[in-house]
């Protein structure tokens, strides 16, 4: 069974040492000294950011969006994880999806000012794949309008852009560690800020509102354990070789199916790619489930990342984006981790082709 992607995990001994200090300390949670380690560690990855682990990267964007103080519309892409529309509605804000465009498949940052209202109150967006938003044109459009910038950066870690980690553009980035991420704490996100009184109030609400026995605010549990802190550190050190492992597979992925009609988000210009998926966008729905069919049958994993377009979700409408349905409705994410067998990825392209002619 290949599936589509394969948790990292790394030595056992390795992890066991850092046990062995949870188990001398006694100090299980709550802002333990392997959650510091790692905050500091992140920061330093991210320019001197403030960076703060949380339990998951759902609850890092309904902090973020709670910390904003946001209100009214989120103006958000459709074509990105659930997460990021049910944050939105959890928060008690309206989601308005705008398009995405055709090359990175992030929101098209042209279209944002036309969906700006008098109840518009910030523009959440997907680093999707890893790929960029146009995070300059959304600064300014942001700045024009009086609007709050958060970009769900759930796939980003790792990834610059013009020279500084994507993940330290707008208001405030999160980040998701989920064991399926390319950098994970088996569960796990993290918000990152600039604003230093913006990192304090979001300290408080992932710990409850109190410090100690002063009560400030009203708060939730967003932390994360020292457990989860410790695969972090283990992780962390072989995030580069990941990427590098990756844009070799990436090479060859592409080597095998040049020539056949998919299409592939492209990089823009300025870009130090992760290479956190490698998606396909089939000729059309039809093609798409015949390949996903003729890969299951030689017990071979895909998945519709990202499927459906989050303006269809069931439990909310939203307004109509003819790209994303039609990406989304196309779009497969092969198998992709660092030490995929590199026959494997050559099985798998030959099955492609045999279905795509
Ligand atoms: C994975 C993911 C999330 C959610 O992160 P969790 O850590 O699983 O809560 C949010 N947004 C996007 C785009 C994701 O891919």
Redesign the pocket.
């Known amino acids: 069974m290949i599936n589509v992607t394969k948790s990292y995990l790394p030595p056992l001994s390795e992890y066991v040492s850092y046990l062995e200090g949870i188990w001398e300390r006694g100090w299980l949670t709550n802002n333990g000294p392997l959650v510091q380690e790692l905050e500091a560690k992140l920061s330093d990855e991210l320019d001197g950011a403030q960076v703060q682990f949380t339990s ?6 309904q902090i973020a969006i709670k910390a904003l103080g946001l209100t009214g519309e989120i103006i958000t892409t459709p074509f ?5 529309t049910t ?1 939105i509605l959890w928060e008690n804000c309206e989601p308005v999806f705008v398009d995405i465009e055709n090359r990175t498949f992030c929101i098209d940052a042209d279209k944002i000012e036309a969906a700006i209202t008098p109840r518009t109150s910030a523009i959440l967006a ?1 680093h ?1 794949y890893g790929y960029p938003c146009d995070v300059h044109k959304i600064e300014q459009i942001a700045q024009r309008h009086s609007l709050k910038v958060i970009y ?1 950066g ?2 980003a870690f790792g990834v610059n852009y013009h020279g500084k980690p994507l993940l330290t553009y707008g208001d405030i980035s ?1 980040c ?3 064991a ?2 390319l950098f994970h704490t088996s ?3 993290a918000i990152i800020v600039r604003d230093k009184e913006l990192a304090d109030k979001i300290w408080l609400y992932k710990s409850f509102g109190h410090r100690g026995d002063e009560y400030f605010t009203l708060g939730v549990n967003g932390k994360n354990s020292e457990f989860h802190a410790a695969m972090g550190l283990c992780n962390l050190p072989r995030v580069a070789s990941f990427i590098a492992a990756r844009r070799e597979l990436a090479k060859l992925y592409m080597q095998e199916l040049a020539d056949m009609p998919l299409q592939y988000p492209t990089m823009p210009e300025g870009l130090e790619y992760n290479y956190a998926y490698f998606p396909i966008v089939l000729p059309s729905e039809e093609v798409m489930h015949r390949v996903k069919d003729a890969l299951v049958s030689n017990d071979i994993n895909t998945r519709r ?2 499927y459906p377009s989050l303006n269809k979700l069931p439990y909310h409408s939203g307004a109509i984006c003819p790209v994303s349905e039609d990406i989304a409705s196309r779009v497969l994410s092969l198998p992709f981790y660092q030490d995929i067998d590199r026959l494997d990825v050559k099985y798998i392209c030959e099955i492609i082709k045999n279905v795509v002619v």
């Open positions: 998951n990267g759902t609850i890092a964007l990105s994880y659930v997460a990021t944050a997907t999707v769900d759930a796939h999160t998701s560690f989920h399926t991420k569960e796990g996100g990342y990202f």
